[in-house]
């Protein structure tokens, strides 16, 4: 099993940045395929970003795409998620998922992660 616990949200004015962190511990790090979701009051759960347990390839939705990044440090069991150009309408609550990279399914899908921080609320004011 993992553990993951998200840092890093706050409240920001349209345009800033800021960085989360999604701590892992219990495993390998470098096992799991690490992915991060939101979800705004009312909404569902959304997938924001994706990466494979050893770097590689990466994985973003369209309304994120050139303004957040995501990476990860294996030797940190740290994954993180730069979020810049922040909009009112990323407001939300950010999740980090992990998910055995043997284990089969999207790495946009909320079902293929079996492992959920608590999440960290960000907020982008006008």
């Known amino acids: 099993q993992v553990q993951l616990v998200e840092s890093g949200g706050g409240l920001v004015q349209a345009g800033g940045s800021l960085r989360l962190s999604c701590a892992a511990s219990?495993?390998?790090?470098?096992?799991?395929?690490m992915g991060w979701f939101r979800q705004a009051p009312g909404k569902e759960r959304e997938f924001v970003a994706a990466?494979?347990?050893?770097?590689?390839?990466?994985y973003y939705a369209d309304s994120v795409k050139g303004r957040f990044t995501i990476s990860r440090d294996n030797a940190k069991n740290t994954g993180y998620l730069q979020m810049n150009s922040l909009k009112p309408e990323d407001t939300a609550v950010y999740y980090c998922?992990?998910?055995?990279?043997?284990?089969?399914?999207?790495?946009?899908?909320?079902?293929?992660?079996?492992?959920w921080g608590q999440g960290t609320q960000v907020t982008v004011s006008s």
């Open positions: 998922a992990a998910s055995p990279v043997t284990a089969s399914g999207s790495y946009y899908s909320t079902r293929t992660y079996g492992y």
């Open positions: 990466r494979g347990g050893s770097g590689g390839t990466t």
């Open positions: 219990g495993r390998t790090f470098s096992s799991y395929r």
